[in-house]
Each structure stands twice: as structure tokens, then as C-alpha cells.
């Protein structure tokens, strides 16, 4: 099988994880589960119907530290119900905790 050709690479972390997408009109909180965490994003499992290029804040707890995070990221990719999202902001503080969670730290 082929290498991935990655940013960073993925560790598989399975977590709850909520969902706040935003649209024109609405706001939509679901609950996900995480499949896979890089410093550069995650994989989730949703029912929630998103869309490339749409906006979104994740809600986690970090399980190290039991710490609530929230980052924003953009939907890039979508299978079914698998969708691949880019985190878009973190604070420096965010950032070296979910390096620690990956093991890049």
C-alpha cells in the first residue's frame, strides 16, 4: 500500500466531539465521534450533513487533561458520514496540547 502524502501524521484518537456549524440563518450543534487527530486537523463520524468548505467549531476534551477545547476548522473532505477537517485557528497553548495528544510534542 502506498504512503500518505501528509502534512502531519494522523494518531487514531476516538472521542466525542461536538459539532457547531453555522449558516446563513441557523446554528446546528450535533454530536460526532472523532476517528484520527494530526497537529493539522481530525476525521470525525457524523449524521450531520456538512459541505466542503463550510466552517465549523470543535468541541473536545482533551483526555490528558481533561481540557475542554474549542477550534475552529473547515470541512475539506467527505465520505458518507467521514468527514476530514483542517483546524483554522488555535491558540499556541491549543496547539501544544494537541501536539502532546498525537505525540509530536
Excluded: W
Aim: with cysteine; net charge neutral; aromatic share 6%.
Amino acid at each position: 500500500m502506498e504512503a500518505e502524502n501528509r502534512a502531519h501524521p494522523r494518531k487514531n484518537i476516538e472521542l466525542p466531539i461536538v459539532l457547531i456549524a453555522t449558516s446563513y440563518l441557523s446554528t446546528k450543534i450535533s454530536h460526532a465521534k472523532s476517528l484520527d487527530f494530526s497537529e493539522g486537523g481530525l476525521s470525525v463520524l457524523t449524521s450531520e450533513s456538512l459541505n466542503p468548505g463550510q466552517h465549523v467549531s470543535i468541541e473536545f476534551t482533551q483526555p490528558a487533561m481533561a481540557q475542554l477545547m474549542q477550534v475552529r476548522a473547515v470541512v475539506r473532505y467527505c465520505s458518507r458520514d467521514r468527514y476530514g477537517m483542517e483546524f483554522l485557528s488555535s491558540s499556541p497553548e491549543q496547539a501544544h496540547s494537541i501536539r502532546l495528544m498525537v505525540g509530536t510534542a
